[in-house]
């Protein structure tokens, strides 16, 4: 899965503002959500408890949740973390993958909500330019959480959160110069089961499709999951007006 930055025209920002929180989405647990500084937020999910040695179908995982955001601005990093009951970082290993969804905005490529972020195991710190890039959130909107865990470990971990830290440019500063929507693409689109039997030697999946709406790639950001078979990952454009 690939994740990037795409321009789009200012008014589907206005557009984005107005929106209604489906009773689905309001019905999910809130997430505790604390802003640690000007510009900085961490939301928590429930703690799970997590025995040495299990995959991620073994454990009970935190629930899928919600989180509100308690003040608007461009969203520039974020990162991913799993913490004890102290707030004492634990093995980043035991993250199998987190999902950000906004479920009142659409996907570039497919009809489905808006992955606002995704991070796996592999996925370490991710940030681009605050000066230039931002992804736009309002005061109030409301995003689904959803994570995985697993702890290939031999220590158990009875109390393990997901904590994710947002870094933002707040509301009304100058910068950043361009807003811009995250995207993503996977090789097994559209939706459905993505595992498949995987032959010896090189083998290839691939997927093609067009975006909903011109605009420009601004840049490309690898944030989504990799198999450990895999050995490259590639988007590429087969013409359009930015090839």
């Known amino acids: 899965m690939n994740t990037a930055f795409f321009l789009l025209p200012l008014w589907l920002f206005w557009l984005a503002g107005i929106r209604d929180v489906p009773p689905a989405v309001a019905a999910l647990p809130l997430a505790h959500v604390t802003e640690e ?3 900085r937020l961490a939301a928590e999910l429930r703690s799970v408890n997590l025995p040495a040695h299990t995959m991620h179908h073994m454990v009970l995982q935190p ?3 919600r989180i509100e955001i308690p003040s608007g601005g461009s969203v520039y990093g974020f990162q991913v973390e799993v913490v004890d009951g102290e707030g004492r970082a634990l093995p980043r290993t035991l993250i ?3 999902n950000v969804i906004d479920p009142e905005a ?4 497919l009809p489905i909500s808006h992955r606002l972020l995704a991070a796996g195991t592999e996925t370490g710190d991710t940030k681009v330019p605050w000066l230039i890039f931002g992804h736009p959130v309002q005061a109030g909107q409301t995003l689904i959480v959803s994570a995985m865990l ?3 470990t031999g220590q158990s971990y009875p109390d393990a959160r997901v904590r994710l ?3 933002y440019t707040p509301t009304g500063r100058p910068w950043p110069f361009f807003q811009a929507y995250t995207w993503q693409m996977d090789v097994l689109f559209p939706v459905g089961n993505k595992s498949f039997d995987l032959p010896p030697g090189h083998s290839e ?3 093609e499709g067009s975006p909903a709406i011109p605009g420009t790639v601004a840049t490309c950001i690898n944030t989504g999951r990799r198999s450990s078979f895999g050995t490259k990952r590639r988007a590429s454009s087969s013409g359009g007006p930015n090839p």
């Open 150 to 152: 697993h702890n290939p």
């Open 37 to 39: 500084r000007a510009g």
């Open 63 to 65: 629930p899928v949740s």
């Open 165 to 167: 830290v947002l870094d």
């Open 96 to 98: 199998h993958h987190l």
């Open 106 to 109: 659409r996907e570039l490529f």
């Open 205 to 207: 999946r691939w997927w």
